[in-house]
């Protein structure tokens, strides 16, 4: 089966600091993965998804970036982090099928 | 741009009695998904939708998929307090593999 590990679970940061955020995905291989944002109280807004190593598609312009340097990792960074970056970030995995999974998420407060 | 419509946004409702959230949609898609999230918590899959006239039903959920009117409905039959939850509905656009979410609906259920 598959299973979507996120970390940090939560995290607080200051603004202007970096941000690292890592997804791993275990039970399959070369997965749709996908970042996601939730804004408190809001609905879900996709950041960036990848359909392999290195390939990387925006969304949304943003002072976020995301990478892919592993088959079942994919990380969201932000080298300046601004207030407007709090919120629930969630990575998902596409089973090639019909179904989407999410991870369990970060948490982040920027203050 | 596709876009996703819920409401309500939010329902609060006493136990036992029924109600239907509704889930439009501007474009052409084969795929629609209904999701529960918990507060603090991940999104949990509750239904897939494949095709006109789909309908799935899980213990007091009932989901119902009309491509021609582009709406999709859920419907909470003898409300529990467990069902306390935001419900988000999200769908695919056809040949597309990138969900779009609606706003979500904050479900109340009071004893």
């Known amino acids: 089966s598959q299973t979507i590990h996120q970390w940090p679970a939560t995290l607080v940061q200051p603004v202007g600091s970096p941000l690292s955020l890592e997804c791993t995905v275990e039970g399959t291989s070369n997965p749709n993965l996908y970042w996601y944002r939730q804004a408190a109280g809001r609905g879900l807004q996709l950041l960036f998804y990848?359909?392999?190593?290195?390939?990387i598609s925006s969304e949304v312009p943003q002072n976020l970036s995301a990478s892919r340097p592993q088959d079942r990792q994919f990380i969201l960074s932000s080298k300046k982090l601004l207030l407007s970056d709090s919120g629930f970030y969630l990575c998902?995995?596409?089973?090639?099928?019909?179904?989407?999974?999410f991870g369990p998420g970060t948490r982040l407060t920027v203050t | 741009e596709l876009k996703v419509e819920q409401n309500p946004l939010f329902l609060s409702m006493q136990e036992g009695k029924n109600y239907t959230i509704y889930c439009n949609y501007s474009?052409?898609?084969?795929?629609l998904y209904w999701y529960r999230q918990d507060p603090g918590k991940s999104l949990e899959s509750l239904f897939v939708l494949l095709s006109n006239g789909a309908v799935k039903q899980e213990g007091r959920l009932m989901a119902s998929l009309d491509t021609k009117a582009r709406l999709s409905t859920l419907h909470i039959t003898a409300a529990v307090h467990d069902l306390s939850a935001t419900y988000f509905c999200a769908v695919v656009p056809w040949a597309g593999n990138m969900l779009t979410f609606g706003g979500g609906t904050r479900l109340m259920v009071k004893p």
């Open positions: 474009t052409t898609s084969d795929r």
């Open positions: 998902a995995q596409w089973d090639g099928a019909y179904e989407q999974y």
């Open positions: 990848s359909v392999g190593i290195g390939q």
